[in-house]
């Protein structure tokens, strides 16, 4: 029993406000986090002003947690008290259907949201099913891994799942909180990397995270030139753009993955899909076991959000330059 503080939207795209709840006794199963890092993702924003006609009001925002494990349920074994973790988008499933018992937990019908009507991580604590919370490896500082847990899983399950080899010519359109880990994580598995961004300012460090080839993607001439070029494109963009000059881009058999999510529906000619033997796909997060491969990838090979820290308090400041595409390249909320 206990309270939790944290900040609060209140209605669609308010600012958030101070905001307390009751815990009640912890479940058998839970485990509860004292937080020190959350990220800021896209997603929260996109709860914050109700986007996806899902938010229920008030609630706090933040899916990216690493902390210490601050309590455990009666039956939790595998975890410990003090010992840091983490905590991504989801937080429990039924565990018993086909996709739960395959290891495939991110596919369940049943998924919660960790802060999906209920509260997240900008808060001083959170609680979660313990099946959801990970070890994070020690080569992993928390600022730096906290983003890993939505942003950087979610480009990395497609890049892995989908076969990504050093023959791979990718393209990752956008370089924000997703894209920035996607450059790096393609590069870990030996891909030719293309960027598509509409901010000429991020060449250089694009570059330096491990892009070979960087394209402005306001020019529509470039995207146009770009005919024939790729296996697979992962978009992690949340803004609609002309699909089709991307599925133009794509060598036959080749994929454009929907990771980011745009605002209206893609309309999309059918014609250079079945001559090329081409496929639009989207992919969600990713399971307890493949987080877990990512963050051991992640630590041997480098892979870590570049992020801007603020303290809690300044979450609303941190929102804004998040909506005003200024972050380089997470914006981390500290306790
Ligand atoms: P972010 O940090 O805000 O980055 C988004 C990037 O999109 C920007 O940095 C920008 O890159 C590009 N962009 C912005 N406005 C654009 C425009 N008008 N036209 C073209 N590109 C534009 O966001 P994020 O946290 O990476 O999240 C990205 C998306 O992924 C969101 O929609 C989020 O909800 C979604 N998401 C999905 C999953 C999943 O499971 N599938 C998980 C997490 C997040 P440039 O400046 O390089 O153009
Ligand atoms: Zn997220």
Known sequence: MGQIQGLAAHAAGAELLSFRYETGNLGSYEVEIAISHCGICHSDLHLIS???????????PGHEIVGEVAAVGRQVKHLKVGQRVGLGWQSNSCGVCEWCTQGLENLCALSEGTCVHRHGGYADRVRANSRFVLPI?????????????CGGITVYNPIRSFGVNPSSRVGIVGVGGLGHMAIQFARAFGAEITVFSTSSDKEAEARELGAHH???????????DAAGRFDFILNTANADQDWN??????RPTGQLCFVGIPPNPASLQVFPLIAGGR??????????????????????????AKTELFPMAKVNEAIEKVKKNKVRYRAVLGN
């Open 50 to 60: 109700n986007d996806w006609g899902i938010s229920q009001y008030p609630f706090i």
């Open 137 to 149: 490896p020690d080569a992993l500082d928390s600022e730096n891994a906290a983003p890993l847990l």
């Open 214 to 224: 960087f394209l402005n993607s306001r020019e529509s001439k470039n995207l146009k």
């Open 245 to 250: 000059l991307y599925i133009q881009a794509l």
């Open 279 to 304: 496929s639009v796909i989207g992919s969600p997060i990713g399971s307890p076991r493949q987080i877990a491969e990512m963050l051991d990838v992640a630590a041997r090979h480098g892979v870590k």
